[in-house]
Every structure is written in C-alpha cells, then in structure tokens.
C-alpha cells in the first residue's frame, strides 16, 4: 500500500469530486454550453452532463469494489493480462498528468486574461504546481483536509455572486425551452460532460475510502450537487447576458464585474479569484496526486513521493508549451476533450469491468 | 535535519509570493482614473478619424472648491483629454502622449457615443469595449446630441465633475420625472444583440442655463454650459433612426414598465380652466404576442398608480364618483402617451424597441422563425391593443382645495 491514509466518503466522494471539477468548469462551462445550446444550456448541464457524470461514477465505484484495495493501475494488469494491462494504466497516468497540465495553463489562461496581463505564464504555472507538490507529497489526507475548508469558500463566495446578481436577472431570457429540439442541448453537454466524467478519479481513490460500500452514494450526490451549481450559474449568466453569453470568455466573471447593488457592493470579482485559486489548487493537487500515485504504483516502487517533484516538473513545462494561445486552450476543450476525456472516462473503464465479469476477476458480483 | 528545515522555511517564504501576486505594479499616483469616456467620429484633412475624450479625476482638487476665493484660480477637478487615432482603442491609447498616468478605466461611470458615431453603426463600440478586461460593462451609455466631446466639455452644476452630475442625473433625477431612460452599457449591448429587439439609449444634450440661474461652484457665469439629459436615442438594428422627445419616451416606460415616478399634467373636461396634476408612484406592465393566421397582435397591459398632487380649483374632487372619472381621464392619457409612442417607433423609426419580436419568439419560437426573414416588413403592421388601468391612490395631504373666500 503506497497511501498509508484513510478518509472518508464526505471527504473524498462528495467534496473531493465537487473540487475536481467545479473550479475550471464553472469558469469555462458556461460560455461553451451557450455556444451550442444557448438559453438552453442549464439543460445541458443539469441534464445531459449530469446522466453522463452518473454513469461514469457507477462503471467506476462498481469496477473499483470488484478490486478492494487496489487502484486501476494495480488492478488492470489482473483483468486484461500484464501488457495491455500495464498499457491501460500507463494510459491512465499519462492522461491524468496531460489533464493536469491542461488545468494549470486553463488557471493560467484566466489569471493573465482578467487580472495581471503582464505577469508571464510561467510564473503562475511554477508556482501552481509548487503548492501542489507540497500537497501532494502531504498525502490524499491532507488534500481532502484542505478541500474541506476550499470547498466551504469556494460555495460562499458563489453564493454571493448569484445572489447579489440575481436582483436585475431576466429570467424570461430562458425562454424559449428547447427551441431547436434536444440536439443542441446534447451537443452542448458534450464539453460539460467530459468536465464532470472527471469523477473518474474515484477508480484512484476508492481504495483509501475507508467506507467503500456507501461511496456512490456520495458520488452520486456530488456529481448531482456540480450540475445543480453549473445550471443554477449558467441560468444567471443567461438571464444576465442573454444571447451575449456565448460571446464572453468567462460569462461569471463579467457577472461578478457587473454586480452593483445599492450602488456601493461593487467590484466582487476578487470573489471570483478567491475561488478560482483556491479551488484549481485543490483541483491541480488531486490530479497531480492520482499522477504520482499510479505511476509509482505502474512501475512497483515503494513510495509515490519521490517521483513527485519529477511530475511537476512536467505539468509546469507542459503546461506552458501546450498552447500556443488562450484561445486554443477553448477550442481543445470543445473540440478535442470531450472525446478524448469520455475515452478514459466512461469507454475504458466499461471494457475493463466487462471484461472482468466475462473472466470472472475480482471480487462478487454484486461488489463485495 | 537542520538542512531539511532551513529549505522548509524557504520554501514557505517563498510562497509569500503568490498571496502578493506581485510581477507588476499600479501605484494609485501613477493613475489616471477616467470617470467619463466621449467617443466622435471626426473628419481632419478629409480623413475620417476616432476621437476619444477622456474626463479624468484630478484629486488633488478635489477637495476644496474651485475658483474660490482669488488664489483657487479655477482649478477644476476634472481634466479633459481629447486624442485622436484610426481605431477607437488608438486613439484612446494615443492620449497617453499627454498624459503623465496611465489610463485606468474600472471607475467608469459614463460614456458618451457622438451623434455621428451612432448614425455610424454601434457596433464598432461594442465590438471595441466588451474585449477589454478593464471595462465593467456597467458605464451608462449616453448618445449626445452633436459631439460627445462638447457634452464632456460642459461645466457641473451641483456635483463636483460632470461625471458625478451626469451618474446623479440618470440615478436620481429620471426615474423621478421618467422623461429620458438610460442604461448601462451591458443592457444597451444586450439589446443590440438579441434578435426582435432594437435599442434604444440615454439622450444628452447641451443646455444653456436661464438666465438668472447660478452654478453652486461659482465660475463663469454668462456662456457655461450645462447638460440635460432628456427624451430617447433609437435605434434600428445599430444605426440611430431618430430621436424620441419627452411624450414619446414616457409612452415608451409605460408600455415597458419602467416609470418609477412621473407627473402627468391632465385636463379634466369638467374643469373650467386649470389643468390637475397627478404624481405617478409606480407602474407595472405585460406584454402577450399572439399569431393568428400569420397576424401578429401584441397585447399589452399597463398598470398605473397615482396620486393628486395639483388642483387648482375648488370644486369637490375627493369624492369616490370624482375619483373615479379622474382615473379614467388619466387612463386615457396614458394610453394615448403609449400610442404615440408606439406610432413613432413603428411607422417613424421602423425600429422594435419594444422588443416584439423577442417576446414573440419566446412564446411562439415556430411563428418568430418564420417571421424572422421579413420581422422589419411585418414590425410595422403588428396589431397592438391596449389596455391601461390606473388607479389614484389618494388626494395627497388635503382633501378638496379650500377656497378663497
């Protein structure tokens, strides 16, 4: 056992999840949901991200109980022979680093769009990934600690924005539901669902829950709790924006800009930095952590600690070469994510459980 | 160990860093806060050019009142700072070779597009503003009568900048009299944007002061300026069609609901000679498109409340009966407000700034596709009916005007 940690469901199910996914989706979401669905988008995200988070979370925690006490890179080699094995798990590693370094130029992209333009993209990568080196080498314990206190923060400063927004919302900008059939709104939950499939960490997590058994239940709420959030911001972005919201880079941030009540609560985009910072670390960390874990556990060593630093080595650099401009950074979330993410996130993991209940590995069949 | 601890420490100081967020700087005495923008399409040697006016805060007079007593010499609080360029965003970075500060635009309280410019096409501001980070999309868009930069150049009356003047004007002053409706430069896009709906701004224009009127800052007295900000800039597509005066611009709040408060002056037919006047608290309305056989008939429903505040005549008023007829009276000048209104922006101006088109589409999205193609053919030849109901809450502080005996 490389992860000497227990935590529990509330921790690492419901919280640790929510923070995995939340802080870039609901900057990025919104506006690329409008562009496909518009007013329609909170479908997309309450709907159609939300069927598909779900399923991801079932194949996950089902695949993970077969195997208790071991990860998907452990546990690979046993369902599909050692080579395609350790290939699926090195997919697996090589996928949660490539994300992570996408997540931290997604956290650069913003900081340098709306707050320091002059600061080098390096410098918020370096550091990014350096707290999250700290974090990881302090275990999933200490991360899901933090993600606790992150996660109370990062709903407050939310709920304040919407609420002091929501006074001069038209909500009637909502309207008309469904005015081009369900079509756009599936295809403007694709990017969303690929956001939310990243619940797929739990097949990394399961193994230190120390409550396996009620895990998707907690899943289960977390990825409904993410699309209530997600529709609940894009319903405020449209009845603020209307038809424009497709056309801002970060429609919650232009919400937060926006706010003005009673003339003096003004400027409450630094809420949006709070949560942005506090959220993406926790975010970058629980990647970062997956990373080290699996690939130390890919190559049997005894400690994931040491290839740590290696690893944030690598997101810092890849995060800065991976795009040229913010603008790719958009148009890979739209174009070349969602395939690529529902891959590793529903595709894989339902092969390797179908596999295993056809050559009968692991554990029962009802996930003892 | 120790190794260990002194590289621990390090590394925690060295995470001072982030919370700082510190790689560049703004220092506040290096700023320039722009408090009011004019935008102008100019002509200089045959060549047409972007001219952006700047009112900058000048803090250093802020405090103490200018031209005051000999020494004050006029110092003005405010600094206008004109700059010219091919683009809208040039020719506002080209005042930087005057300006000692860098330009910084999050207290952005007004923005002045000339006549010109909106005759132009207004999407040439939007396309320019809603890029830039620094901009709040909360600024009131005014459109001026003439040259923004003229407005800019006018002198406060009662505020300590015209910017201040301008914000207090449309926070403070038109919602009480509902005779110029402004909006902030979110909304103004907004209705640009959306198919069905045409917009409309904040109409400012110069005023010379009557004669014996006096500026609470002193200064010059015979030629100053001062601004009034009253009727409405309407807009087809993104092109300024024509101006709405007074009338029409209430007619317009009262179709869309937006009169806070209002005087409407009333000719009561039973009344010999002198008009009442009644305060208007609150208004609400809705609007109902229905398709029938490829007509479009909107229904709107007007909701007002008053209250008497004038009547001259002594005659008995505060009777339930006299109440009564007097509602009706005001109905119907309401309506015909709503009516004039609404002639002039469809048969004058062809433009929906009642968004007819939007609030068909939400209701009937399969009516509005069809319709969207020709929407400024059928726009003027929808049906409207309407339907006002007023209701005069009370008489105010007397009951019927005592007479003079």
Redesign the interface.
Known sequence: MLEGGRVNNRQAALILPFLAVMPTAVLFVPAITAIFAKQNGWLSLLVVATVFGLLVALVAVKLGLRFPGQTVVEYAPEILGPYLGKLVGAGFVFWFIHLDAVIIREYSAFLM????????QV?FAV?QA??AV?AVRGGLEVICRAGEWVFVVFILSLVIILGLVVHDADF?EL??VL?NGVKPVIHGGLTPSAFRGEVVLMLMLLPYINQPQKTLKYLFASVILMGITLAQATVVATS?????TE??TFPLF?LA??I?VF?FI??LESLILIMWVAGVSVKVAVFYYVAALGAAQLFNLKDYRPVALPIGVILAAWSVSLFEDSREVVEWLIISFPPYAHTFQLLIPSLLLLVAVLRKKGGTENGG | MEVKRTLGLLLALSLLLIPGGCWSRDEIEKLSIVKAVGLDLVNIGGRAKWQVSHSIIQPANMGHQAGQQGGGQGQKPEWLVVGLGDTIREAERNNSTRNPRRDYLDHLFIYVVGEKVAREGMHIVIGTWMREPGFRLRPWLLVAEGQAMDILAAEPELERTLASEIAGIIENGLPVVSKGYALPFKDFALQLATPGQDAVAARVELSKPRGGEQPAAGGPEADRKAVRINGMAVFRKDRLAGWMKDRETLGYLYVIGEVREAMIPLKLPWYRRDDVSISMTGSRSKIKARVEGGRVTMFIDIVAEGELAEVVETNEIANPDTIDLVERELAREIRSLAEDSIRQAQQEFRADIFGFGHRLRKVNPGAWKAMEENWYDIYPTVEVVLNVKTTVRGTGMTVNTPGIR
Do not use: W
């Open positions: 769009t709306a707050f320091m333009p002059e600061t080098p410098v550091f350096l707290l700290i009637t309207l008309p005015e603020e924006f209307g038809i424009m056309s801002l232009s800009r926006f003005s003339g003004e400027r």
